[in-house]
């Protein structure tokens, strides 16, 4: 079953906000090409539902809530003007007082020019949130596959944090989903060539959830503060975070493998369920990254998928080469044997 979300159009950056010089490459396309692709493979769709705010902020703090769902009407109503807010100044280092007005929180709230805040972009991310809780409820009842194909992403998005294209955690919101429904300790592995900087900082001092993520080398990539090898979790989740990066020009014998390494440690675990972070950026010529993968290793990675047993929960992120990611997805489905 594949829950798609329904309004997310109209939150398009690159259109209504462009920056000069700079491109905006999670654009509508990305999820229209995906959608188009799961329809005429003729699997069954359904639209996402509401569940509210509860499942969001069982993740994410409230005033962070707060200021995605009402900044962007608050800064119009202090002056400000044109389609798009973006921080004036960012909270970095010692600089971390939360302001009153809307600007001086985006600079708090918004970690990067990647995550700007337009005045459709709390309801796209809210419907990409709701359709990964429903991925997880299709999950509790009994699926042993489900795909919310969620947009915006969600994985750089931490508890009162966005960045890189996301706002909302889905992945994370999913995950906590399942544990609120009685699942036991469930797993995340994100092959999203960006390391989900947000999801590691949301679980990395829990142990009911097991981070794995295969990804760009952050030394050259984005989010580049995070990501690395060493970094394995704290306290109650040490050792429940496995990092595993990889050199710029990784083709698909390295990046399958790591993903294949990513699970063997994911099922020494025994989680009741996994969620799949599913990032299609690897793809070779990609404009955001510098792995080299094809297709054919996403197919790879579907096989290896389907022989670990688990109910497995796919939520849609990152992949930015719009005209390969109907390849790309038909080709992991097809390996995962979802046809």
């Known amino acids: 079953m594949i829950v798609v979300t329904t309004d997310h159009a109209a939150h398009d950056p690159e259109a209504r906000a462009p920056i000069e010089g700079r491109r905006y490459w999670e654009v509508p396309a990305r999820a229209d090409a995906l959608l188009q692709t799961v329809r005429a493979a003729g699997h069954a769709l359904r639209p996402h539902g509401d569940h509210g705010l509860d499942p969001i902020t069982r993740v994410h703090e409230a005033g962070y809530v707060r200021f995605l769902r009402d900044g962007f009407a608050q800064w119009q109503q202090e ?39 337009l005045a459709a972009t709390w309801q796209a991310a809210y419907d990409s949130a709701q359709a990964a809780v429903d991925g997880a409820d299709l999950i509790l009842r009994g699926e042993r596959l489900a795909y919310a194909l969620c947009r915006p992403p969600g994985h750089h998005a931490c508890t009162d944090l966005a960045g890189g294209f996301c706002y909302l955690n889905n992945a994370a919101i999913a995950a906590q989903r399942l544990l609120d429904g009685g699942t036991g300790p469930v797993a995340i592995l994100d092959f999203d060539v960006h390391h989900g ?76 369920a996994l969620v799949i972070s599913l990032g299609f950026d690897a793809h070779e010529g990609d404009p955001t990254a510098n792995l080299a993968a094809s297709s054919e290793g996403f197919r790879a990675i579907g096989a290896a998928l389907a022989g670990i047993g688990l109910p497995i929960l796919l939520v849609q992120e990152g992949g930015y080469l719009v005209d390969r990611l109907p390849a790309n997805l038909t080709a992991f489905l097809a390996g995962l044997g979802a046809r």
């Open 197 to 272: 900087n947000g999801t590691q900082q949301i679980f990395y001092a829990r142990d009911d959830v097991h981070y794995v993520s295969i990804h760009g080398d952050p030394a050259t990539l984005y989010p580049f503060y995070a990501g690395y090898a060493d970094e394995t979790g704290t306290g109650r989740g040490l050792g429940a975070n496995l990092n595993l990066p990889l050199p710029p020009g990784t083709r698909d014998d390295g990046f399958v493998g790591a993903v294949q390494h990513g699970l063997e440690a994911i099922v020494a675990r025994r989680p009741a």
């Open 79 to 117: 002056g400000g003007a044109g389609s798009a807010l973006r921080p004036g100044a960012f909270a970095v280092r010692h600089l971390d007082r939360l302001p009153r007005s809307a600007v001086g929180q985006a600079g708090y709230y918004l970690a990067t020019l990647s995550a700007p805040l």
